[in-house]
T-cell receptor
Framework: GEDVEQSLFLSVREGDSSVINCTYTDSSSTYLYWYKQEPGAGLQLLTYIFSNMDMKQDQRLTVLLNKKDKHLSLRIADTQTGDSAIYFCAERSGYSTLTFGKGTMLLVSP | EAGVVQSPRYKIIEKKQPVAFWCNPISGHNTLYWYRQNLGQGPELLIRYENEEAVDDSQLPKDRFSAERLKGVDSTLKIQPAELGDSAVYLC?????????????FGPGTRLTVL
């Protein structure tokens, strides 16, 4: 079945860039997503990329997709303390079914 | 626009007891999802509704879990009887249309603790 892997933890200092990485196994993935989850809250969609794209930029967020290696990354520029949260990578290949990774906890220190 | 509403936010029960969770999706959203998120894991789909119809319940443990979405709006997820391993956060999500790739909007979840 599909599998999505992420590193579990990332710590950065405020103002630095953060890069969160994700690998997936399903070569038929059509959309790849990044969600943010703050404590006690549901998941919030940050951005997504279609599988025929290499890069997508949205303000401080840059998504890079290497389809050959099945590798997805999320770069957050000028990371702020409010960016501290758990970030989930997810892929969609089937009809409306999302497969999530285990999440990467991002800790931003002042 | 109000988001996805779930209640209760927290529930603590003893094993073998029944429990029910309620979800009110965003107004006008036809597709509703129930996910389970175990500690340290990503959400896993339990069941997906398109209007009143459960179109994907392949991951729902049907011996103890049941769900309904009467009138195609609110939904209830029930566990009877609950087991220790059911402790998790139960997330409800909704999306606007059926048969599409619309964004899923998530509620805050119900955190269930089974003692």
């Amino acid at each position: 079945g599909e599998d999505v892997e992420q590193s579990l933890f990332l710590s950065v200092r405020e103002g630095d860039s953060s890069v969160i990485n994700c690998t997936y196994t399903d070569s038929s993935s059509t959309y790849l997503y990044w969600y943010k989850q703050e404590p006690g809250a549901g998941l919030q969609l940050l951005t997504y990329i279609f599988s025929n794209m290499d890069m997508k930029q949205d303000q401080r967020l840059t998504v890079l997709l290497n389809k050959k290696d099945k590798h997805l990354s999320l770069r957050i520029a000028d990371t702020q303390t409010g960016d501290s949260a758990i970030y989930f990578c997810a892929e969609r290949s089937g009809y409306s079914t999302l497969t999530f990774g285990k999440g990467t906890m991002l800790l931003v220190s002042p | 626009e109000a988001g996805v509403v779930q209640s209760p936010r927290y529930k603590i029960i003893e094993k073998k007891q029944p429990v029910a969770f309620w979800c009110n999706p965003i107004s006008g959203h036809n597709t509703l999802y129930w996910y389970r998120q175990n500690l340290g894991q990503g959400p896993e789909l339990l069941i997906r509704y398109e209007n009143e119809e459960a179109v994907d319940d392949s991951q729902l443990p049907k011996d103890r879990f049941s769900a309904e979405r009467l009138k195609g709006v609110d939904s209830t997820l029930k566990i009877q009887p609950a087991e220790l391993g059911d402790s998790a956060v139960y997330l409800c999500a909704s999306s606007r249309t059926t048969g599409g790739w619309d964004e899923q909007f998530f509620g805050p979840g119900t955190r269930l603790t089974v003692l």
